[in-house]
Structures are given as structure tokens and as C-alpha cells.
DNA sequence: TTACACATGTAACACGTTACATGATTTT
DNA sequence: AAAATCATGTAACGTGTTACATGTGTAA
């Protein structure tokens, strides 16, 4: 049931169509929730019938623009305090780990090496956009500081990351 | 797809039921993959459709316990080796850390002392569990050096999160 | 005028969860 | 004898992905 509550805390922030909205999923949260344009789609139509957002305005070539009603709002409000929260960490990498002892020594080396410099380089990419923020780039709005946390803890979730599976090629070694 | 190579994986170490599957898949791997029994069944019946598990023995109360076959070990190598990494990091605490703006300060700061508190345990049992290891209470094979890895994963990504809830805190104030 | 990006949607399928159903063995 | 646990399964639903289909506005 996130997605429905992160739509509609986006579109809290600001006015957007589907479209706009499966943009920014896919650059803000893409890596930390999944969402393609139909599910979208069909979740908005849903968000509305249920009054949790309506219709802001039709631009060219039917696009539609929601926004969050009042409702909407503190349906997410409700979400973000009262509703239990998953702690489910579902990490592809780390259920492979569990099988590392199948691997032969030397395509593990090789896998941990690619693996470390993935999360290293995302670890980067974090790190220079929360600079920007820490700046001043973006303004100092709340939506921001919440952003500015939300790329805090991809930074260190990715170099924890890093540094496991470095970790993990010291503690195996090759030969 | 995770799951039909973890069950294969799981096999491979040692033949087991649907059920006992399933029990390990939630103690072992609960809090990184989902997995219920009506869906460990039936990738069961097509893993031997596929020749990838075949049936070991049969005990009482209908109880089938499966091995994996070759072909299906073979089929995990494959996975581990050649398929694509899916780092796709599914966490809902960082999906709701996005709206947090949204929330108010008092809501917020025990909000975020509950989850530093969760994370705090999580890694603290996981380093217990992780000490038996090392001090060979699980012998020492593979497969156990396997499981040490993916604890130790857990615990640097439970306490790295548990950083992350403290930091929040302290940098957004209450009052 | 052609290509690209915008914009919305449906259909079919794969994956995951919840509820329901059934019955055997073991423990109390 | 009753209760708990073992053990397997089906049905229905909800969520997420892929492929397909359609058409508009804008820039090269």
C-alpha cells in the first residue's frame, strides 16, 4: 500500500500528471520502490475515485494534473504515524550472499569487485547531490530537508555496502 | 526470480520440505526476501517440472522432502554468475523518510526513536548470532562461512540505519 | 517531414499475500 | 481426549512488470 501514500505525498508537494509522476519516481525513488506507468495509471485513477486527490487542471494532449486533496493529506499523515511500518529489507545482493559458497573463489572475487564499485560510485552520485543541497541549490524548503535525508541514508546505506563487500573479499581470499 | 534460485540453493545444502522451507526461508530469510508457503509450494512443483529439485524421500503425513538434481545446481551457478545483479534496495523506513516533512516535529522525533531502537536490537541479535559463528558453534563449512557474510551485512546495515535515525533526529529538532 | 519526446492507456502475465480447507502425528 | 504442531494444498486477491497500442506537440 505505499505506493498509494507516496503518490499522493508527492503530489502534496506539487501539481502532476501520471506522467510526471512516473519521471520522478523513477529518478527519486526508482531505486527504493518500484513503480511503472501503468500501475500508476491505475492507482491515480483509483486515488481519485476514492477523493484522496482530484483533477488540478488539462493541459495539451489530455494530459491531467492532480493534486492532493485534504484528505488525501492526512490520509498520508495517518500513513506515516499511525501505520505499522515494514521493515523488510529486500536486497537482491544480500540474498545472494547466502549462496556465495557456491561460487567458485575466483568469480566471487570478481563479483565482489564489481559490487563494491557500484556502490561506490552510487555512494558518489549521493554524495554531490546532497552537497548541492547542503548549498543551498535547491532552497531550503522542508520537502528538501526531507530529500536531503532520504539521499543521507543512500549514502551510507551504499558505503556500508561498499565496505562489506570488500569486507567480504579480505575475509575469502582468492587462493 | 530470486526465489526459485534461493530454493535451489537451500536444497543444495541439504534436502527439506515445502515446509521446512518455508521455516527457513522465514527465520533465515524472512527480513531480506518474502516468501509464504502457498508460494514456496508451488515454485516447488514447477522446480520439478523443470528437473531443477526432484523428490528425495517421503515421510509421514504425505511429507515429501526434495534435493536439488544438478542441472539445478548447475542452474544457481548460472544465476549467481551470469545473471544481472538487481540492486534495487526496497525499503519502506527511506520511502517514508521522503514525507517526513509532512509529519510533525513531536511526531517525528519518537518516530524516529522507535526505528533507531528496532534497528539497534536487530543488529544486536544478528552480532550475537554472528560471535556463535566465529567461535565455531556451527562448525565451519561453507555454507556456515556463507551465512556468516550475509549476517554481517545485516548487522553493518541495521547499525548503519540506526546511525541514520539518530542523525535525523538530531539535525531536525523538536522545538 | 521526420523523428523525438510527451502522454495515456489496456492486456497479459509474474510475483506475493491472505484466507480458507483438510487431515495426520505428537504432546499434554 | 484435546490441543498443538506438522504438512500440504487451493482460491482469491493485490501488487508489480512487460508488451502492446495509440495519438499529440515540438524541434531538427
Chains 1, 2 share one sequence.
Do not use: C
Not at 546532497?130 to 526531507?146: I, T
Amino acid at each position: 500500500m505505499s505506493l498509494r501514500h507516496a503518490l499522493i505525498g508527492l503530489l502534496a508537494e506539487q501539481p502532476a500528471s501520471g506522467w510526471d509522476l512516473t519521471r520522478r519516481f523513477e529518478e527519486l525513488l526508482g531505486s527504493v520502490w518500484p513503480a511503472g506507468h501503468p500501475q500508476i495509471y491505475s492507482e491515480l485513477r483509483r486515488l481519485e475515485g476514492d477523493g484522496l486527490i482530484e483533477v488540478e487542471s488539462q493541459g495539451p494532449r489530455g494530459r491531467k494534473a492532480y493534486r492532493a486533496t485534504e484528505a488525501g493529506v492526512a490520509e498520508v499523515r495517518r500513513w506515516l504515524t499511525e501505520v505499522e511500518v515494514d521493515h523488510t529489507l529486500r536486497l537482491e545482493p544480500l540474498l545472494r550472499s547466502v549462496f556465495f559458497w557456491l561460487m567458485n573463489p575466483d568469480e566471487l572475487a570478481a563479483h565482489l569487485e564489481r559490487e563494491a564499485a557500484y556502490y561506490r560510485s552510487l555512494a558518489d552520485r549521493l554524495r554531490q547531490l546532497a552537497a548541492a543541497k547542503d548549498r543551498g541549490e535547491f532552497g531550503d524548503s522542508p520537502q528538501v530537508r526531507s530529500l536531503r535525508i532520504a539521499a543521507e541514508a543512500g549514502i551510507r546505506l551504499n558505503d556500508t555496502l561498499a565496505e562489506w563487500s570488500t569486507w567480504v573479499g579480505e575475509s575469502s581470499p582468492t587462493a
